[in-house]
């Protein structure tokens, strides 16, 4: 696996540019107010003595002041952060209204179904759990869930945004540096939420146009005579009816594209790392390493799972 | 303070529950298949019960429980009816270009053991054989939810509804529809 | 160094010693099985939540310990995806419903009629009554879960993973189902409190005298009644969906999953401060105490009590920002939920400026109140962190919301809670708690609590997402997560000293006499513990500090019967005497009632026609309850 990225604070993107503004202003405020709050705690522990007869003094003078400059001082920290909040979710939306490229994003459990949108059917592809983009260019994404309440996160890129089925959102990224950066969904769906994790790799427009013509490409021919019995026995057992593979037979739609699934990172949205020693593991025990989630055990003899992984290797 | 009641309130319950978690619930249970071995399924069932001579019952699966009384599986089954298209034949169990689903005539058996063996080996007058296309543990989990169409299942195993469009009542309310012994009027339909 | 409290003897001791021998016989323990069931004397019942209450705690702690040795190291398989996920529902569930709502509002049945010197709670068998229904529906709870049908969609449940197609067999239906049981319990304990608070006090406590921590529990108990019936209505909507085929939660069919998210959040967020207010209440009365002063500016403290209840349910929405509802929405709750922070601000101003104020006993209590000072008010702010709608969408549903509400749920609620114990603890048993024991239980507490959940906050910024079983080495995660197993067992041996203290003093404590603090409220001028009737005769608040001012004499009032249990009622504003009002027996109609409840609730999870033929002893209960008795008193003019 390439290294990644997956975090908050390391800014990747125009939107989570603004919000680690945003973060900035709250932890300096929040930070100061608990100092504060600490120092005056501090300095009330400190100065009362400590006798055991519980005598009642005066009230001193001063405390009502300091609580009325302590309200406002309150006040005047919640409306900095409201308003500071409100102008950053105006400068987030109006980065979103631009256009560029368009993508769908359907969540399923337990995985992440990407299609690359265009008008012209020729020009779209599916492809499952990796987002390539060009660096600089603004994507919008809608999101939709045919199942349950799914969230699309990538946080070095931007906040995130549910998938509720019945309801379509977007969400709009504009990467402003490439790399590799690492999504995982963030709303409970399930058995394997926790292995449903999407890579997006940002790369220059060249990269990312070499990338996509590939994707657009029907299925590569197997070369050899192993990868061949593969792609024969792929055909005839259980793979197609959940499996599309363009240029073949093979048009399941239930489960992820592996059209092009060598020329991904992970398996399994992110539960593997794809390799070949990787991808033949899958397929022999998806509920060993991802238990719950709707791939079945086909039960394949020996022969059948090595041609059916070199095969699916040679799908670049 | 800590009465004789006390203790016992508090002592009993955990007995109770002890004794009970031991036994676990077979409805619920979950069993995501860890062991890279796949089921087999009962290839050799007879599709009738037209006997010469005494008849002898239709031999129950051992397996005819963990397929009919659990929850989970029913739901997965319910899932991969219309993952693998029996909607499109079969309709949600009203029937199409196949059979219904949803009443007491079976053609070829409607004991689980009878449905898996139909959607293993398929049947002449169009059911495809689905054997070594569906691996058999989901075979079992499609013929397990296939019963519970007709409402022949406990209510507290039947899938309830769909988040879709209502087409038929959810086979948890279903009303039960025991299969009836093969007949030609059964394979004509025309039986009641 | 505790203050003499003696009662009035203006009458003749031998007088004196029969008042005190007749209340005990009017007001007497029933005995046998069938007394211990048919118990209302309040303390006893308050005792008996709080014993359950804190029973599931350890539970819901135990559970959230597993977790954490789950969560110790990467790609761990200690625990498979479906039982993690009945452990963190179980130990929400655990937490928000069957411990920190109803520890709460049990302490405030115990405390709230000594408080206003009373002599028992407003409607007894219904305070009865909802001590079993919720000990029935805590039981039934955890016997789902031992027999694998633990919820498993997190303790808000969301639709559809919760709905009919994606939770299969009858997991859901329990969770939902116990929700029924617990709201039924807080919604009858708040009729109970809010009735005690306003038609109970003592001569002359006004609203303006009233105890703080008596507000706070009027403010709970009226958020209760409003928040209640939405979560109620929620799981009921559930519950109709996965039985019998109503689509309120289908799109398809013209329902929406939002609707849940509506519906649980509009209960959801009043909620936790239902959990926290009567923490604050707490905090005022140790405050006052230790620092041997009441609290500064009592009036802003009250609007405080009272615009935090309000504010409270105008939040909601907060929970819903990454939903992608309406922009121009979603600001209306940034404001709001940032609005909130400032009566809890107020207040950690006046606590502390009476601590300022005034003169400083470190005792045990007073540690936790400041342990929730320095806990409680981190969580505030992240919290307000959390009300920005940008900063919200990148970490909500992250392990830096769990800091979060661990921050201001252990540090608002439990820190209070602990402290009150070891304030009340005297009272309620009569046996002072070890205040050695004490100092180790509070340093290990907090000291495990920050580090058990102050990483959560890294983790989030990270990018951990919530409620996963596992993850994988390369993310990083894993020295975080460790650090935060350690401290989790930090905190779970400073809550075994807490059991420990109390067992051992229960055995062989420092006996207390009746105000071993020196505090300034009434439930201090009564034995320690109180005796059934609590006060021989019902005293009369003419100031607010009532033992303070009285330190000798207090001045009672006279005139109720002692061959019936009765009461004094009083009026609403200035509490002047109004009626006498009878107070129940003890009876066994609420536990059978309770019973017929539950046999009610359990049988509909399983068929529809549950609700007509658990209805039958139901009704059968209830007119056993309230069959009126022959020769029972009227109320007469006080």
Not at chain 1, 37 to 55: E, I, K, Q, S, Y
Not at chain 1, 280 to 285: G, L
């Given at each position: 696996?390439?290294?990644?990225e997956?975090?908050?604070l390391?800014?990747a993107?125009?939107q ?6 945003m973060?900035t202003?709250?932890l300096?405020?929040?930070a100061?107010?608990?100092?504060l ?9 400190l100065?009362?003595r400590r006798?055991?007869d ?9 405390v009502?002041?300091?609580l009325y400059?302590w309200?406002g001082?309150?006040i005047v ?11 950053v979710?105006?400068?987030?939306f ?5 256009s560029g490229?368009?993508l ?5 459990q337990?995985?992440?179904d990407i299609?690359?949108q ?6 779209s592809?599916?492809?499952a759990?990796?987002?390539?983009l060009?660096?600089?260019v603004?994507?919008t994404i809608?999101l939709?869930s045919?199942?349950v309440?799914?969230?699309f996160w ?9 998938l509720?089925?019945g ?20 709303e409970?769906?399930?058995?394997q ?13 060249q ?7 590939g ?5 590569t021919?197997?070369t ?8 024969d ?14 240029g073949t ?12 699934v060598?020329?991904?990172?992970s ?8 390799n070949?020693?990787?991808?033949a593991?899958w397929i022999a025990d998806?509920q ?7 791939m079945?055990?086909?039960g394949?003899s020996?022969q059948?799972l ?11 | 303070m800590?009465?004789?009641?006390l ?5 009993g319950p955990l ?9 676990g619930?077979?409805r ?6 860890s ?9 050799q ?6 006997q010469?001579?005494?008849?002898t ?9 963990l ?6 599986n029913?739901?997965?089954?319910k899932?991969?009816?219309?993952w ?14 196949g ?10 058996g409607?004991?689980i053991?009878?449905i898996y063996?139909t959607?293993?080996?398929?049947r002449?007058n169009?059911m ?5 296309k ?7 989990q499609?013929?397990?939810y296939?019963r ?5 299942l ?5 899938p309830?509804?769909?988040d879709?469009?209502?087409t ?5 309310l ?7 012994t ?11 | 160094?505790?203050t003499?409290?003696?009662?009035p003897?203006d009458?003749?001791?031998r ?17 046998g099985?069938?007394?211990?069931l048919?118990?209302?004397d309040?303390?006893?019942?308050g005792r008996?939540s709080l014993?359950?209450?804190v029973?599931f705690?350890?539970l ?14 990467p ?6 995806p479906d ?7 179980m130990h929400?569930?655990?937490m928000?419903f069957?411990?920190?709502?109803p520890v709460?509002?049990?302490l405030?049945v115990y405390l709230v009629p000594l ?26 709870l955890?016997?789902?879960f031992a027999?694998?049908?633990g919820?498993d969609t997190g ?10 197609q994606?939770?299969s067999?009858?997991r859901?239906?329990?969770w939902a189902?116990m ?5 039924l ?12 608070i ?9 609203l ?12 709970t108990?009226?958020?209760v009644c ?9 799981s009921?909507y559930?519950l109709?969906d996965?039985?019998?085929?109503t689509?309120?939660f289908?799109?398809a ?6 609707l ?9 967020h009043p909620?936790?401060y239902?959990?926290f207010?009567?923490?604050?209440g707490?905090v005022?009365?140790?405050t ?6 009441s609290?500064v500016?009592?009036?802003l ?9 309000f ?10 920002f990454?939903?992608g ?20 601000g ?13 003169r400083?006993r ?18 505030g702010?992240?919290?307000v ?6 900063m919200?969408?990148q970490?909500h549903d992250?392990?830096f919301?769990?800091?979060?509400f661990?921050y ?18 005297p ?12 100092k180790?239980n509070?340093?290990?507490f ?15 910024l990270e ?5 996963v ?10 020295s975080?997560?460790?650090l935060?197993?350690?401290g ?9 000293l ?8 229960l055995?062989?404590g420092?006996?207390a006499?009746?105000?071993p ?7 201090w ?7 059934n ?16 001012d ?7 009032a ?7 249990r ?9 509490a002047s005497?109004?009626?006498?009002e009878p107070s ?14 539950t046999?009610?609730?359990?049988l509909s999870?399983f068929?529809?026609?549950g ?5 039958v002893?139901v009704?059968?209960?209830l ?7 022959p ?6 003019e006080?």
């Amino acid at each position: 696996m390439t290294p990644f990225e997956h975090s908050v604070l390391d800014v990747a993107g125009v939107q989570n540019a603004y919000i680690h503004t945003m973060w900035t202003v709250l932890l300096g405020i929040c930070a100061l107010m608990y100092v504060l709050v600490l120092g005056f705690l501090l300095w009330a522990l400190l100065r009362a003595r400590r006798t055991p007869d519980p005598v009642r003094p005066a009230e001193s003078t001063g405390v009502e002041s300091a609580l009325y400059a302590w309200i406002g001082l309150v006040i005047v920290g919640l409306f900095g952060i409201t308003i500071t909040s409100y102008a950053v979710d105006r400068a987030i939306f109006a980065a979103g209204q631009k256009s560029g490229l368009a993508l769908e994003v359907t969540s399923q459990q337990w995985w992440w179904d990407i299609k690359y949108q265009n008008d012209d059917p020729s020009q779209s592809f599916h492809t499952a759990n990796e987002i390539h983009l060009p660096v600089n260019v603004p994507v919008t994404i809608s999101l939709r869930s045919p199942d349950v309440i799914h969230s699309f996160w990538v946080p070095n890129l931007h906040g995130k945004q549910d998938l509720i089925p019945g309801r379509d959102t977007d969400i709009h990224l504009r990467p402003t540096r490439t790399g590799v950066f690492r999504g995982q969904c963030a709303e409970f769906c399930g058995a394997q939420h926790a292995n449903m994790a999407v890579y997006v790799f940002v790369e220059s427009q060249q990269d990312f146009d070499r990338w996509r013509a590939g994707q657009l490409q029907a299925a590569t021919a197997p070369t050899g005579s192993t990868a061949a019995q593969g792609r024969d026995s792929f055909m005839t057992s259980a793979c197609p009816l959940c499996h599309t593979i363009r240029g073949t037979d093979a048009a399941g739609v239930t489960g992820p594209d592996l059209t092009h699934v060598a020329s991904r990172a992970s398996l399994a949205a992110g539960a593997l790392d794809y390799n070949r020693g990787n991808l033949a593991a899958w397929i022999a025990d998806p509920q060993g390493i991802k238990p719950g989630n709707h791939m079945p055990t086909v039960g394949l003899s020996p022969q059948d799972l090595q041609s059916i992984a070199a095969y699916l290797d040679g799908l670049k | 303070m800590c009465s004789r009641y006390l203790r016992i309130s508090l002592v009993g319950p955990l007995w109770i529950v002890t004794l009970l978690a031991l036994g676990g619930c077979q409805r619920e249970k979950r069993q995501f298949q860890s062991s890279p071995v796949t089921e087999s399924g009962p290839m050799q069932v007879r599709t009738t019960d037209l006997q010469a001579g005494q008849t002898t019952p239709l031999q129950p699966d051992a397996r005819r429980a963990l397929y009919e009384n659990n929850a989970y599986n029913l739901s997965e089954g319910k899932r991969l009816y219309q993952w693998f298209n029996c909607v499109g034949c079969h309709a949600h169990g009203g029937g199409d270009s196949g059979p219904p689903l949803i009443d007491s005539a079976w053609r070829y058996g409607g004991e689980i053991e009878q449905i898996y063996a139909t959607i293993q080996q398929g049947r002449p007058n169009g059911m495809p054989a689905f054997g070594g296309k569906i691996p058999e543990q989901q075979i079992w989990q499609i013929a397990g939810y296939v019963r519970s169409i007709s409402g022949n299942l406990s209510r507290s195993a039947s899938p309830g509804r769909n988040d879709e469009m209502q087409t038929s009542p959810p086979e948890q309310l279903m009303e039960k529809q025991p299969p009836v012994t093969s007949s030609p009027a059964a394979t004509e339909g025309t039986q009641k | 160094m505790a203050t003499e409290v003696t009662f009035p003897r203006d009458e003749t001791t031998r007088a004196e010693a029969a008042t005190h021998e007749w209340l005990s016989r009017t007001w007497a323990t029933p005995q046998g099985l069938i007394g211990w069931l048919s118990e209302v004397d309040h303390k006893i019942v308050g005792r008996r939540s709080l014993i359950t209450a804190v029973a599931f705690f350890a539970l819901g702690g135990l559970l959230a310990l597993t977790m954490r040795v789950q969560l110790a190291k990467p790609d761990n398989n200690l625990i498979g995806p479906d039982l993690y996920n009945q452990l963190f529902s179980m130990h929400g569930s655990t937490m928000m419903f069957l411990f920190a709502v109803p520890v709460m509002q049990a302490l405030g049945v115990y405390l709230v009629p000594l408080m206003v010197g009373t002599r028992a709670i407003a409607f007894p068998r219904l305070n009865a009554f909802a001590f079993w229904v919720y000990l029935f529906g805590g039981v039934m709870l955890y016997v789902a879960f031992a027999l694998n049908i633990g919820p498993d969609t997190g303790w808000f449940s969301y639709v559809p993973l919760s709905g009919p197609q994606y939770s299969s067999g009858k997991r859901v239906d329990f969770w939902a189902q116990m929700i029924t049981f617990t709201e039924l319990s807080s919604l009858a304990i708040a009729v109970s409190t809010i009735c005690t608070i306003f038609k109970q006090r003592a001569p002359g406590m006004s609203l303006q005298k009233m105890p703080l921590f008596v507000w706070a529990l009027l403010v709970t108990n009226f958020m209760v009644c409003f928040a209640m019936p939405a979560v109620m209505i929620a799981s009921t909507y559930l519950l109709l969906d996965r039985s019998i085929a109503t689509q309120f939660f289908n799109p398809a069919e013209g329902g929406d999953p939002l609707l849940w998210q509506h519906l649980f959040w509009f209960f959801g967020h009043p909620e936790v401060y239902i959990i926290f207010i009567p923490g604050l209440g707490i905090v005022s009365a140790i405050t006052a105490t230790f620092s041997g002063r009441s609290v500064v500016a009592y009036p802003l403290m009250v609007l405080s009590l009272l615009a935090t209840g309000f504010l409270a349910f105008g939040l909601w929405v907060h929970h819903m920002f990454a939903t992608g509802l309406p922009r121009l929405g979603d600001s209306f709750y940034t404001a709001a939920s940032a609005m909130i922070a400032l009566p809890s601000g107020i207040q950690i101003f006046c606590w502390i400026a009476t601590m300022w104020e005034g003169r400083i006993r470190f005792t045990t209590p007073m540690l936790f109140v400041i342990g929730f000072v320095v806990v409680f008010v981190l969580g505030g702010l992240t919290g307000v962190m959390l009300a920005s709608v940008p900063m919200d969408l990148q970490v909500h549903d992250t392990y830096f919301v769990v800091a979060h509400f661990h921050y201001v749920l252990i540090g608002g609620a439990v820190f209070p809670l602990l402290g009150g114990f070891y304030y009340w603890f005297p009272k309620m048993t009569g046996r002072l708690l070890s205040e050695r024991l004490g100092k180790w239980n509070f340093w290990l507490f907090f000291i495990g609590f920050n580090v058990t959940f102050f990483p959560m906050h890294i983790l989030g910024l990270e990018g951990m997402p919530r409620r996963v079983y596992t993850y994988s080495a390369q993310l990083g995660w894993g020295s975080m997560n460790l650090l935060a197993t350690t401290g989790a067992f930090v905190l779970a041996i400073g809550v075994l000293l807490f059991l420990v203290n109390v067992a051992r003093s229960l055995r062989s404590g420092q006996r207390a006499a009746a105000n071993p603090w020196g505090a300034s409220g009434l439930e201090w001028a009564t034995d320690s513990p109180p005796p059934n009737y609590n006060f021989a005769h019902i005293p009369v608040a003419e100031t607010s500090e009532p033992l303070w001012d009285h330190p000798h004499e207090l001045p009672v009032a006279h005139g109720l019967r002692l061959d019936r249990r009765e009461l004094l009622l009083t009026s609403v504003g200035e509490a002047s005497p109004d009626l006498r009002e009878p107070s129940a027996d003890p009876s066994i109609w609420p536990f059978l009632a309770a019973l017929a409840a539950t046999f009610l609730f359990i049988l509909s999870i399983f068929t529809p026609w549950g609700l007509y033929i658990g209805a039958v002893p139901v009704a059968i209960t209830l007119i056993g309850w309230f069959w009126p008795r022959p020769g029972e008193s009227i109320e007469r003019e006080g």
